[in-house]
């Protein structure tokens, strides 16, 4: 059964620096991972799938990798900003379409 | 329509008593996720449709829980004698995934359930 795990549960971070999230999974056999963003009260909004065959993709300030053999992805944030503050989770998706969800990070970028 | 959409968007109910949330998925998606978010938790999966096929039902906690999606387009999950413990935010996603290919998911605010 897969299980996923995000270190760490919380960062705080001034804003301007660099970041990486961390996100350990059980099963080598991911189909694919997903890295969603979650402000608080509100539902899940996806920035950044990769596919098993892919090694990384970007979108804007985003970076996410995907590690099969380590069970790691990573997904690192450039010049943080205060809008950035939200609980990051990543997500682990099987070939059967079920998806594993990490408990999430908590980031906080402070001004 | 522009996103996923859920109702309500809270239901505060007492124990014992049947409630049904209710998703509207993107047009023409064909995938349909729910989940369950617990206070502090991470998300739960509950069911899952695609297409006509069967559902996978192997997340639903116990047999109180039950969801159905009629047209291929919206879903109900319903809660029978509810408990204190089914208190959680219940999201819903949908995606454009084609057999075999997963694709990205966009969800739905959510509906936040206290049962008191």
């Known amino acids: 059964k897969q299980e996923v795990t995000q270190i760490p549960a919380a960062l705080s971070v001034p804003e301007g620096e660099n970041l990486v999230l961390n996100c350990s999974f059980t099963?080598?056999?991911?189909?694919?991972l997903q890295w969603f963003r979650q402000d608080p009260g509100k539902g899940l909004t996806s920035l950044l799938l990769i596919q098993s065959s892919q090694r990384e993709q970007t979108s804007g300030r985003l970076n996410a990798s995907l590690d099969k053999s380590s069970g790691r992805s990573t997904l690192y944030i450039a010049a943080s900003q205060p809008g950035d503050s939200a609980t990051y989770l990543c997500a682990g998706g099987d070939y059967g379409q079920n998806f594993v969800f990490g408990p999430g990070t908590r980031l906080s970028v402070l001004p | 329509g522009a996103g996923v959409s859920q109702s309500p968007s809270n239901k505060v109910t007492e124990k014992g008593k049947d409630v049904e949330l209710r998703c509207d998925p993107i047009s023409g998606h064909t995938a349909l996720y729910w989940y369950r978010q617990s206070l502090g938790q991470g998300l739960e999966f509950l069911i899952y449709f695609q297409g006509n096929s069967a559902p996978d039902k192997s997340g639903l906690p116990s047999d109180r829980f039950s969801a159905e999606r009629t047209g291929g387009s919206v879903s109900t999950l319903t809660i029978q004698r509810t408990q204190q413990e089914d208190s959680a935010v219940y999201l819903c996603a949908s995606s454009s995934r084609v057999a075999g290919a997963p694709d990205t998911q966009y969800f739905g605010p959510g509906t936040r359930l206290t049962v008191l």
């Open positions: 099963d080598s056999a991911i189909y694919n």
